[in-house]
């Protein structure tokens, strides 16, 4: 209970002086949650999540998250291997058998720890004339994916961050559940969390109320 009590007004200046630099109309900015004994003790926004619309932080903004959502997808997969519908050591052509074959076993654990060797699908991409602005769809990428005539490095010899490592596993939890990997998460991730305004966007066009956008 003692940890739970509201910040003193000297730790809340100190926190603002923090962000003072952001903590105007006319300036992206951020929101601040702290939290204590497992709630919140204090929020506050900084700035504006919308500058076009000068729309202030609260504490219902939602973000786009970015790469954090990889723990939520591999979440997802660990779900599977707990419902018995597949295992980490399982062969990725198993569920993709659009992924070539180059002659050494690649896991969905290899997936899961950026071991597999397997090109990166965003770079691609980039190299292939798209922009990061640009809508472009599952089958696009994995159709990248599938035409790379080889791997970086043997699967398991080395570590390199892949956003392939991650797309793969959004294709096979759907694949295996018979679900979209929006559908799969809200029902075994987020509703079970109580996280009711959480949800992975498949639809570029989807209305997300109170959405903050980025700035960079």
């Keep these: 209970a003692a ?3 509201p910040l003193s007004a000297q730790d809340t200046q100190a926190i603002d002086a923090v962000f003072a ?33 000068d729309v202030a932080f609260t504490p219902q903004t939602v973000f786009d998250i970015g790469s954090t959502s990889k ?11 707990q419902d018995g519908k597949l295992s980490l050591d399982d062969d990725v052509r198993k569920y993709l058998p659009e992924v070539p074959d180059y002659g050494r076993t690649i896991t969905i654990r290899h997936l899961l720890t950026h071991t597999s060797g397997l ?40 570590f390199a961050y892949s956003n392939t490592g991650f797309f793969l ?15 799969f998460a809200a029902e075994r991730i987020f509703r079970p969390a109580g996280m009711n305004a959480t949800r992975y966007m498949d639809d570029h066009a989807a209305v997300v109320p109170h959405r903050a956008i980025g700035y960079e």
Excluded at 133 to 151: F, Y
């Design 3 to 5: 940890q739970s009590r």
């Design 21 to 53: 630099d952001y903590d105007k109309s006319g300036s992206p900015g951020c929101m601040l949650g702290v939290v204590a004994g497992g709630a919140f003790v204090h929020t506050r926004g900084y700035g504006r999540a919308n500058l076009e619309h």
């Design 71 to 81: 723990q939520f997808l591999a979440t997802a997969i660990l779900l599977l291997v």
């Design 119 to 158: 090109r990166d699908y965003i770079t691609l991409m980039e190299l292939a004339g798209w922009q990061m602005e640009d809508v472009t769809s599952p089958a696009q990428a994995l159709d990248l994916v599938s035409r790379q005539k080889g791997l970086d490095f043997q699967p398991g010899a080395e």
């Design 169 to 183: 596993p959004s294709l096979i939890v759907e694949r295996v559940s018979g679900k979209s990997l929006a559908a």
